[in-house]
C-alpha cells in the first residue's frame, strides 16, 4: 500500500502514559500537601528529620511531568488505511 492512501491518528488524551501522569501528579500533591502541613516532631523523630512525604510529593510530581512531556513529545501513532475504516465500518 501506498503512504498517500494512509491517515495518521495519534491515541491522545487516551495514551496509557496520561492516565499514569495523572495519577502520579494527584498523588504526588496530596503527599506535598500533607509534607508541609502534617510534618510533626514526632515523624522528624522517626524519620530521622527528613520530611519524606513531602519529598515523595515531589518526587512523585516529577515522574508525573516525565510522564506528560514524553506523551506530548511522542505521541503514540495510529495509522489507519482507509480500507480499514471501511472494513471496520462493514462488520457492525
Not at 20 to 34: H, K, S, W
Amino acid at each position: 500500500m501506498s503512504k498517500s492512501n494512509e491517515l495518521t491518528k495519534t491515541a491522545g488524551a487516551f495514551d496509557v502514559r496520561n492516565f499514569i501522569g495523572a495519577l502520579l501528579a494527584i498523588f504526588g500533591v496530596i503527599l506535598t500537601i500533607a509534607g508541609i502541613i502534617g510534618f510533626t516532631p514526632d515523624e522528624a523523630e522517626r524519620t530521622g528529620g527528613v520530611d519524606a512525604n513531602l519529598w515523595t510529593g515531589i518526587g512523585l510530581i516529577i515522574a508525573a511531568a516525565v510522564f506528560l512531556i514524553w506523551a506530548k513529545l511522542r505521541p503514540i501513532r495510529i495509522v489507519e488505511t482507509p480500507d480499514d475504516a471501511a472494513g471496520a465500518a462493514s462488520t457492525d
